[in-house]
């Protein structure tokens, strides 16, 4: 389901990015231009799958699957609508329903980072190797930022179980509205661990050719670019599920059309997912707003400003329970 | 059960093995990392949830990864390396890894693992209110001074690798 979602960002982003350059964007193949990731997949399966000289070949070959599957596995505990019951029986929908989800997430999107790294070595390309450098360095960096403002939303809750966060979160009890700095702190984190503008310089094309996939081509380099943009819409989920009420919002529509629980829960998913793609909407207009950052600049944001933040939100969320603000 | 329990045991001694026998550095560390993914199942086969996912996490997600970039950094030469590092301090090895061996069959051979000891199950853990709440329990009571310490020790290997980074050459 969240697999075909990858390929539509593509064309999505080309188009707001379009749209706000004042052109067009992709418009000939298919209706308004839909169908033109299809044909970049086409493209991109045909081109012929070469080694560059003196790569490792297992490891060139490993580092885009590495990354596919780190971006695939963290949705798998992400929860679309409420458990169902349908003739007796309780379906969850989530692919895993773990009472330590949260630290699942945390622990394989810091598996992430390896396709990067791996991929920049492995191609035997000094650019590369140098976008791999600062690909892991910034992910590291920004990693604690992303863990600390998560443990302040976990101790807010009260547990790491998805599902029981997003049902703490009906009646617009949203984590945003009592968590807004840890909110500020996961988009910016998540901003830097999926690599983009303004925190793309892993693959800063002015300076690094292409970076860590300067070497990559057919669909090898379609793994990459897919991965990117599942990861993209993974963060984009997990920040509905924390701060945005996961799939709660729409409930006064399943009261008006008075909605059996499958229908009930297909609401859920739409209400999930209408919250995603304004998030993919937003992610898509931040890289047309704002320039590259500088990279030591990026460094002191992280270490210097936004982790001495997160720690002091962490402090503070932990008083206000304790004095049973909360 | 039983076989997944096997089977990842045997690849987490194999890579293990591959660790110390590849010649250059970033092959070792990235079998260690799958060595380390492979304990990580282990732990979830024993139902330690919060021990696989905190194994992942700070071993395989930060500690290696900054194994890796070191190494990528320094960009050694594999046989180089071998020479300068690796010849000098063989008795000291042979040794330590003779000491490791020695006390890990007195522990063996004394029985002290039967099997049987401690009290947490994974029965009475979920009916104590999950693993969470069992490990911190334990870590923040019984276990605090030994936490506590813990810190201080890593509180002490920062300072002095600032110190050392920090000295002028």
Known sequence: ?326 | MDWFVYGFSALAIASAIMVITRRNPIISALYLCLTLFCLAALFVLLEAYFIAAVQVLVYAGAVMVLFIFVIMLLNLDPEKMIVEYFQTPRMISVISALLLFGFLTFVFWTNNITGERGYDFPVQITQGGGHLKAMSSKLFTTFLLAFEVTSILLLVAIVGAVVLAKRKV
Not at chain 1, 230 to 235: E, F, P, S, Y
């Open chain 1, 1 to 326: 389901m969240f697999i075909s979602m990858a390929p539509l960002l593509v064309w999505f982003e080309r188009r707001v990015a379009a749209f706000i350059q004042d052109r067009l964007g992709p418009n000939r193949v298919g209706p308004i231009g839909i169908l033109q990731p299809v044909a970049d997949g086409i493209k991109l399966i045909f081109k012929e799958e070469f080694f560059p000289a003196l790569s490792n070949k297992v490891l060139y070959f490993l580092a885009p699957c590495i990354s596919l599957f780190v971006s695939l596995f963290v949705f798998a505990v992400i929860p679309f609508a409420a458990p169902v019951e349908i003739n007796g029986k309780i379906l969850y929908p989530q692919v895993a329903n773990l009472n330590i989800g949260m630290l699942y997430v945390l622990a394989i999107s810091s598996l992430g980072v390896y396709g990067i790294m791996i991929g920049g070595w492995s191609s035997n390309n000094k650019y590369s190797l140098l976008g791999g450098l600062r690909a892991s360095s910034q992910m590291i960096s920004y990693e604690l930022t992303m863990g600390m403002s998560v443990a302040a939303v976990v101790l807010f809750f009260g547990t790491f179980d998805l599902q029981k966060i997003v049902e703490t979160q009906s009646g617009f009890h949203w984590g945003v509205i009592f968590q807004p700095v840890s909110f500020f702190l996961f988009l910016v984190a998540a901003l830097a661990e999926s690599n983009r503008v303004p925190f793309d310089l892993p693959e800063g094309e002015t300076e690094l050719v292409g970076g860590y996939h300067t070497e990559y081509g057919g669909m090898k380099f379609g793994g990459f670019l897919f991965a990117e943009y599942l990861n993209i819409v993974t963060l984009s989920g997990m920040m509905v599920t924390l701060f945005f009420g996961g799939y709660n919002g729409l409930e006064w529509f399943s009261n008006l059309v008075d909605a059996s629980p499958v229908l009930n829960a297909v609401i859920q998913f739409s209400a999930f997912s209408i919250k995603t793609l304004l998030l993919l909407f937003f992610f898509v207009w931040v890289r047309w707003t704002y320039p590259r950052f500088r990279y030591d600049q990026i460094m002191r944001l992280g270490w210097k400003i936004l982790l001495p933040i997160s720690i002091g939100n962490l402090l503070v969320t932990a008083m206000l329970i304790y004095w049973g603000v909360f």
